[in-house]
């Protein structure tokens, strides 16, 4: 089974970036990768989808225009380049990966901390 592990995320000050990776054990080309954030108190929400490709990509509205997602097959990596970041995206941010025919995601990593001061 892969196995995922997320990497980048610490501390940046409002207005800042971040580029979040997340490393996969085995080949993800016949995965969707999405990337997952939980703020303190509130549920997990979806911030991100890449199907194999590289070219199919879905976004949350909350971060349309500031945040891109990508994947690198070759390298079995997956990324989240984060922009123009505002305290609200504070958060631990998962990485999530599923079958093609799947419609939950069922794999995923142990999450890696954002924190965007003001």
């Known amino acids: 089974q892969v196995q995922l592990v997320e990497s980048g995320g610490g501390l940046v000050q409002t207005g800042g970036s971040l580029r979040l990776s997340c490393a996969a054990s085995?080949?993800?080309?016949?995965?969707?990768m999405g990337w997952f954030r939980q703020a303190p108190g509130k549920e997990r929400e979806f911030v991100a989808g890449v199907r194999g490709s590289g070219i199919s990509t879905t976004y949350a509205d909350s971060v349309k225009g500031r945040f891109t997602i990508a994947r690198d097959n070759a390298k079995n990596m997956a990324y989240l380049q984060m922009n123009s970041l505002k305290p609200e995206a504070t958060a631990v941010y998962y990485c999530?990966?599923?079958?093609?025919?799947?419609?939950?995601?069922?794999?995923w990593g142990q999450g890696t901390p954002v924190t965007v001061s003001s």
């Open positions: 999530a990966a599923r079958g093609l025919a799947e419609s939950q995601y069922s794999l």
């Open positions: 085995g080949r993800i080309s016949n995965y969707v």
